[in-house]
């Protein structure tokens, strides 16, 4: 199976960004909890807090979102057709896409796509996290827990934090863009 990063490597920036600017249009309340998760933010900067904290705090937008649901089947109605023409070229039936995006709004995708997806998950009424950010070595984790002993034929990815998911591909290859190269050696 080839195994896809979603966010600036097939989606050309963050879903998760994007998402909640589209539910902002819609929904000025989603707008409320943003000092907490600047403050939240910072203070994951500064090393004072974690990814999921910040993560979690960001993510309480959602209860100012009425129909959560239908805002993520909006969102790709209007999204999908930015997927990158390179990954349309050579996407397969048995492709996996793993993100640290939530998977309230990454599994959607996949379904339209006809792929199958890994994503961190989220509650999407309260936007509290169920578990780990499926980051960096938690992909592998998670992949192995999903899909025991399946080989990984090639692996893209914008992020080096990608390193140990690259590190099980046959080969890997680093997006930049439209720019595919193979992954760094060190």
Known sequence: MNVYDFDHTIYPGDSTLDFWRFCLRRHPAALRPLPG?????????????????????????????????????????????????????QK???????????????????????????????????????????????KVARLDREYPAAPVEEFYSDSLSDAPLAQRARQAFLVKGLTLSPWPAD
């Open 92 to 138: 397969q039936e048995d492709d996996l896409i793993i993100s640290a995006s939530p998977d309230f709004l990454i599994l959607p995708v996949c379904r339209l796509l006809n792929v199958r997806g890994i994503a961190s998950p989220v509650a999407p009424d309260s936007g509290r996290l169920l578990g780990p950010n499926c980051r960096g070595a938690e």
């Open 37 to 89: 998760a600047i403050l939240s933010g910072a203070l994951f900067q500064v090393k004072l807090g974690t990814r999921e904290q910040f993560k979690g705090s960001f993510y309480r937008f959602l209860r100012h979102v009425p129909d959560v649901d239908g805002a993520v089947s909006a969102f790709w109605a209007k999204n999908l057709s930015r997927i990158s023409p390179w990954y349309l070229e």
